[in-house]
């Protein structure tokens, strides 16, 4: 196998994102509209059958949302096994790390919530979404578009 390139030291961040059609149909329940989240943001795949991510998204949606509470990842565990979700600690971490790699989740002082703008209430998850989210996509298209000009440019002899 050969050595990576150059510029994979440039990578900061990796999102998957979906583009898919959102009917009413999925806003009718909480769980198709995590499902949906889920999968458009990468967090699943199209042919996923496992729920874990799902349970948790649930859990901390519960937290956050409905409680107005950073919980902490003991806390999360907790909840899901009061719920009747089979998730372990391990697996909880995992799923949380991939939430917190992606900008989604922040961790501060052992508490877990949505990513916050700066600038904005920490608990507006929105804000914090288009801060940690939307925000780096579009400068990464920006940038996708600059190079894209350069290319051509270069290959205009």
């Known amino acids: 196998m050969g050595s990576e390139f150059p510029e994979a030291s440039y990578v900061r961040k990796t ?3 979906r583009k898919m059609d959102f009917p009413p149909e999925v806003a009718m329940t909480k769980r198709s509209l995590l499902r949906w989240f889920a999968l458009s943001f990468g967090l699943i795949s199209e042919k996923e059958s496992r ?3 799902l349970d948790i998204l649930d859990g901390f949606f519960y937290f956050q ?5 950073a919980p902490t990842t003991q806390e999360l565990l907790v909840h899901l ?3 009747q979700k089979k998730v372990d600690e391990k697996l909880l971490r995992y ?3 991939r939430l917190i790699d ?3 989740v922040e961790r501060r002082k052992g508490k877990l919530s949505f990513a916050s703008d700066p600038k904005a209430d920490p608990n507006d998850i929105i804000s914090g979404f288009n801060h940690n989210i939307a925000l780096p996509m579009q400068d990464t298209l920006k940038d996708l578009g600059e190079a894209m000009q350069k290319i051509k440019d270069n290959y205009n002899i």
């Open 95 to 97: 799923h949380l790390k």
């Open 15 to 17: 999102f998957t994102l």
């Open 65 to 69: 949302v409905s409680k107005k509470y």
């Open 51 to 53: 729920s874990t991510i």
């Open 81 to 83: 096994q009061e719920q």
């Open 102 to 104: 992606v900008g989604l």
